[in-house]
C-alpha cells in the first residue's frame, strides 16, 4: 500500500539565515514521501536564492509579491493550489523538524476519523541552541484524542495547537472548508483554520507525545506581540466563527450563546492577564472585573477572583498557585 505524500508549506520572508536550516531539517527525514513547497513573501536578502540551490525535485520554490503577515492565507492556499499531498504540514521558514517527525506523526491518519494531529516542541534560538519546550495540552499517555467538538470548545479558549510547527492536517479537511483561513489579524492565520475545522467536520484531532517540531525564538520575528492584543485577536477569530456557523453545528459544540459567554470571559482573562505582567494594575482590574461578569464555569470564576485580587496587591497570585502546584506534581513524580 502506497504511503500518503506529505506537503510540506513554508512560508518565508528575508529568512536567509535560518531557511536552509529548515530545508534540510526536511531533507533530513527518515520518512520520504513528502513534497517542500517554500512560498517566498518577497524577500529582498538571498532566501529565494538560497532555496533554489536545492538540486531536490521535492523541493520547490514559489515566489510571490511581498504581501505581508495580513496575506499569509493567501499564501499557504497558493502552496495547497500546486500541491500533491493527502495530508499538509506547516513548517516556517525559520523552523525545523526532527528527523523522526513525519516517521512518527503520519501513521496518526492510518484512522479515517483522524482530520489533525499535532505534539511537543522545543524552542530554540538563533543559533539552534535548545532555549525550552512548549507543550499546551497535558496528555492522557503517549496519544490522547478527542473528538473535534471538544477540540473546538478548547479553541474558543486558549491556542493550544501551538505552535503550528508540529501541526498535520488532512488535505480533504482543508479542502472542505475552502483552505486556510484568516480572518483579518496578522497574528493569526492557523487559529481561524482548526476554529472551522473542528467546528464543521464531525472527526477527531490527536496529541501525541513527542517533541514533533522546533520553534525558533529571535528578536526579527513578525509574528511577536503583546498578550493583550493576542488576546483581543483570538476572541475576534472566535467570534467570527461562531457567526457564520450553522444553529446544527452550534447545537453539536454545545450551544451558541454559552460558547460565545465563555469565548468573551476567556477574552478578558486573557487581557487581564496580559495587563497584569504589564503592571498595568488599574487595566488588568477592569478586565478581571469583565472577566467575573461573563464568566460561565467555575474555573473561569475563580480566575477571574484571582486575577482581582492579584491586581489589588500588585502580585501575581495565579501564576504563584500554579507555581507551587506544578511544584508539588513534581515532588510526587520524584
Same mark, same amino acid.
Given at each position: 500500500m502506497p504511503r500518503p505524500l506529505v506537503t510540506i508549506v513554508t512560508p518565508t520572508y528575508n529568512q536567509e539565515r535560518f531557511v536552509a536550516a529548515c530545508i534540510e531539517s526536511a531533507l533530513a527525514q527518515r520518512y520520504e514521501a513528502w513534497e517542500q513547497i517554500v512560498v517566498d513573501d518577497g524577500s529582498d536578502d538571498r532566501t529565494a536564492e538560497i532555496v533554489a540551490s536545492y538540486g531536490d525535485p521535492?523541493?520547490?520554490?514559489?515566489? /510571490?509579491?511581498?504581501?505581508?503577515?495580513?496575506?499569509?492565507?493567501?499564501?499557504?492556499?497558493?502552496?495547497?493550489?500546486?500541491?500533491?499531498g493527502e495530508l499538509v504540514g506547516i513548517l516556517e521558514g525559520d523552523d525545523r523538524w526532527?528527523?523522526?517527525?513525519l516517521e512518527r506523526q503520519v501513521p496518526l491518519f492510518e484512522d479515517p476519523r483522524t482530520l489533525l494531529t499535532w505534539g511537543r516542541a522545543t524552542t530554540i534560538d538563533e543559533r539552534g541552541e535548545r532555549l525550552g519546550e512548549?507543550?499546551?495540552?497535558?496528555?492522557?499517555?503517549?496519544?490522547?484524542?478527542?473528538?473535534?467538538?471538544?477540540?473546538?470548545?478548547?479553541?474558543?479558549?486558549?491556542?493550544? /495547537?501551538?505552535?503550528?510547527?508540529t501541526v498535520m492536517v488532512r488535505r480533504a479537511a482543508l479542502d472542505r472548508i475552502g483552505g486556510f483561513v484568516q480572518t483579518g489579524s496578522a497574528l493569526y492565520v492557523d487559529l481561524p483554520t482548526w476554529l472551522r475545522i473542528t467546528a464543521e467536520i464531525p472527526g477527531q484531532v490527536e496529541f501525541l507525545d513527542e517533541i514533533l517540531g522546533e520553534y525558533r525564538v529571535h528578536p526579527s520575528q513578525t509574528t511577536r506581540a503583546a498578550g493583550g492584543e493576542m488576546a483581543r485577536q483570538h476572541l475576534e477569530a472566535v467570534l467570527r466563527t461562531l457567526d457564520r456557523l450553522e444553529p446544527a453545528q452550534l447545537e453539536r459544540m454545545g450551544g451558541g450563546d454559552a460558547l460565545r459567554r465563555r469565548a468573551v470571559a476567556r477574552g478578558a /482573562?486573557?487581557?487581564?492577564?496580559?495587563? /497584569?505582567?504589564?503592571?498595568?494594575?488599574?487595566?488588568?482590574?477592569?478586565?478581571?472585573?469583565?472577566a467575573l461578569r461573563r464568566c460561565a464555569d467555575l474555573p473561569d470564576c475563580l480566575l477571574a477572583i484571582g486575577g482581582i485580587g492579584s491586581a489589588l496587591l500588585h502580585t501575581d497570585l495565579v501564576r504563584r498557585a500554579f507555581s507551587v502546584r506544578e511544584r508539588l506534581q513534581r515532588l510526587r513524580r520524584s
Open positions: 521535492r523541493v520547490r520554490l514559489l515566489r /510571490l509579491p511581498h504581501r505581508g503577515l495580513g496575506a499569509l492565507a493567501e499564501s499557504y492556499n497558493a502552496a495547497l493550489a500546486t500541491s500533491r526532527p528527523a523522526d517527525k512548549r507543550r499546551a495540552v497535558n496528555g492522557r499517555g503517549r496519544r490522547t484524542a478527542f473528538d473535534t467538538a471538544e477540540a473546538f470548545r478548547r479553541l474558543t479558549r486558549s491556542n493550544f /495547537l501551538t505552535p503550528s510547527v /482573562l486573557a487581557k487581564g492577564e496580559a495587563l /497584569l505582567a504589564a503592571k498595568a494594575y488599574r487595566d488588568a482590574r477592569a478586565a478581571f472585573r469583565e
